[in-house]
């Protein structure tokens, strides 16, 4: 088992940036991709980044490349997501997951453990 504690969310005017992070525990070692997710209300959770544990090429959505950055510390065991030039449209629960496997980074189903989720509302 794989726990997982986002952090770092709350509200922030378009334009401003926050730092989501995520905090793993348990069997850490069986981590080969980590990713965030996001939900906004009425709608599917979405794909937002991805990064294997090992340090490889990140993945974004198309929706956030150029704005957010996924990086991890190993030391740490803790993964994070800069986000800049925020938008409202950026306004939904922020997951992050982690899978065992390697496989389509960008799918729900190859991420086996999720964290709780972490608020994130952007103002116009």
């Known amino acids: 088992q794989v726990q997982l504690v986002e952090s770092g969310g709350g509200l922030v005017q378009a334009g401003g940036s926050l730092r989501l992070s995520c905090a793993a525990s348990g069997r850490t070692f069986s981590m080969y991709i980590m990713g965030w997710f996001r939900q906004a209300p009425g709608k599917e959770r979405e794909f937002v980044a991805a990064?294997?544990?090992?340090?490889?090429?990140?993945y974004y959505a198309d929706s956030v490349k150029g704005r957010f950055t996924i990086s991890r510390d190993k030391a740490k065991n803790t993964l994070y997501l800069q986000m800049n030039s925020l938008k409202p449209e950026d306004t939904a629960v922020y997951y992050c997951?982690?899978?065992?496997?390697?496989?389509?980074?960008?799918?729900?189903?190859?991420?086996?453990?999720w964290g709780q989720g972490t608020q994130v509302t952007v103002s116009s």
């Open positions: 997951a982690s899978g065992p496997y390697r496989g389509p980074e960008t799918s729900r189903a190859n991420y086996h453990y």
């Open positions: 990064v294997t544990w090992s340090g490889g090429m990140p």
